[in-house]
């Protein structure tokens, strides 16, 4: 529950240079992704997902635990009475104020924004995809989360490692860190 004085401020959100931001960290995560888990372009398309930013959000997929949350949705084509086409999708819920606020304890002048959300969205990309082949149940239950989170934040080092410069390596030994 929402106190009356934390509604009042209002959280600081991404502009115009720190979408842009967005959209090449979500480029660089998704080529990145689909190599390491050799996804045929095909398998890549089935995979529905999105990602929205703060102002995109509604009140239930705002969290402010953590940097971004991913949320399922059954979405259900209908024509008439009868279903066309059903099928998940996977929403990336980024918490810009949450993110905006790390990167400036990593690095001051920002220049840590953009592998921090490349970090972020190969995160959360490795959870839906490991939730749409199966490899782990939506509702998993409480006491095996914890483990599947150690196993989804090893495979997301896995995956950067690579792509590892100076800037990433920063980010991702502040979040070795807790
Ligand atoms: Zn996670």
Redesign the pocket.
């Known amino acids: 529950m929402q106190s009356g004085g934390k509604s009042m401020i209002k959280a600081r959100r991404f502009g115009k240079a720190e979408l842009k931001s967005v959209d090449r960290a979500r480029e660089a995560a998704e080529e990145m992704i689909s190599s390491f888990y050799v996804l045929a372009p095909r398998e890549w398309e089935r995979v529905n997902y999105e990602v929205r930013t703060l102002e995109e959000l509604s009140p239930e997929e705002i969290c402010d635990r953590a940097l971004a949350q991913v949320l399922c949705y059954d979405c259900v084509k209908r024509i008439g009475a009868s279903t066309v086409e059903r099928h998940d999708l996977y929403r990336i819920c980024l918490q810009d104020d949450r993110i905006l606020r790390a990167s400036d304890r990593i690095d001051s002048g920002r220049l840590a924004l953009e592998p921090l959300l490349l970090y972020v969205l190969t ?2 990309l490795v ?1 839906i995809v490991r939730f749409s082949q199966h490899l782990q149940r939506l509702d998993l239950a409480p006491e095996f989360r914890s483990q599947e ?1 150690l196993s ?1 934040e090893q495979t997301t080092r896995q995956i950067l490692a690579p792509a590892a410069d100076r800037a990433l390596q920063r980010v991702i030994a502040t979040f070795a860190n807790g």
């Open positions: 995160h959360e959870h989170e989804v």
